[in-house]
């Protein structure tokens, strides 16, 4: 009914079950390092903060095929120094290597981080060139990284829960995309000026100076003069025919 006030009513929706929400000592932070646009390293830290418990996670990056990691650079250290154990916190590692527009890299590595201590790990990749067809319409804006995921264990070899880092912007070796229309704009005209020059000397007759024949005003005025005196008759007849009508 119009004016009437309208009551609107939403019931309580009570949830089956209750998702308890997991506090985790685990922190990690991932960039991409390096300079140039050709070569570049990504590093990544992952911080512990429980005073007296150690952690093993199990970390997984999944990378493009433009990105051509170097595992030999792989360097993997903790701080501070004291918290570094006699074993390397790298205690697996596996590796897919990529394959050119087929599928990315997977790097998967259990990893083991001293109470209060943060474990950096970087390593060196090559960034491949596109080819022009397979950039975006916008590839200064970069090329996106999905993110890695880290899935913490406990003691017992369960899962405790998983962590995700944020993507990343990945640039790439831009070409220039205003350069097929330069060539084309610079080719046109090579072709324009050659293809005029060479016509021009098969096509033109080449005579003498003394051979043109001389430009003289008193002959246009006598064809003019002459042109004149011929149309007058006309003229007369004309008006002469138009006064008899009348």
């Known amino acids: 009914m119009p004016g009437a006030d309208f009551d609107l009513q939403i019931g309580e929706q009570t949830m089956p ?14 960039t991409i390092s390096g ?7 990504l590093k990544t830290m992952i911080s512990n903060s429980s005073p007296t418990e150690e952690a093993t996670i199990v970390y997984l990056e999944t990378l493009p095929w433009f990105m051509k990691p170097y595992i030999h650079t792989l360097r993997a250290e903790t701080s501070p120094k004291a918290a ?11 590796y897919q290597a990529e394959r050119d527009r087929e599928r990315g890299t997977m790097l998967e590595m259990t990893l083991k981080i001293p109470a209060s201590s943060v474990l950096t790990i970087s390593y060196d990749f090559d960034k491949a060139i596109l080819r ?21 264990m406990g003691s017992d070899g369960s899962t405790l829960g998983y962590i995700r880092t944020t993507s990343l912007l990945l640039y790439l070796p831009t070409p220039d995309f205003s350069m097929p229309y ?3 704009i610079l080719t046109s005209t090579v072709i324009a000026l050659g293809f005029g020059s060479i016509f021009n000397l098969l096509v033109r007759r080449f005579v003498g100076a003394d051979e ?15 042109k004149l005196m011929s149309w007058g008759p006309k003229f ?4 002469e025919s138009h006064e008899k009508s009348e």
Do not use: C
């Open 132 to 152: 022009y067809t397979e950039y975006p319409p916008d590839p200064n804006r970069g090329f996106e990284v999905a993110p890695a995921v880290a899935r913490m």
């Open 35 to 41: 300079r140039g646009q050709e070569r570049g390293g």
């Open 84 to 94: 570094i154990a006699l074993q390397s916190p790298v205690r697996s590692i596996k």
């Open 212 to 226: 043109v024949p001389t430009f003289r005003i008193g002959r246009i005025k006598g064809i003019l003069q002459g």
């Open 236 to 239: 007369r007849n004309r008006s």
């Open 17 to 30: 079950q209750s998702q308890p929400r997991h506090e985790h000592d685990i922190e990690i932070e991932r």
């Open 182 to 184: 330069n060539v084309i």
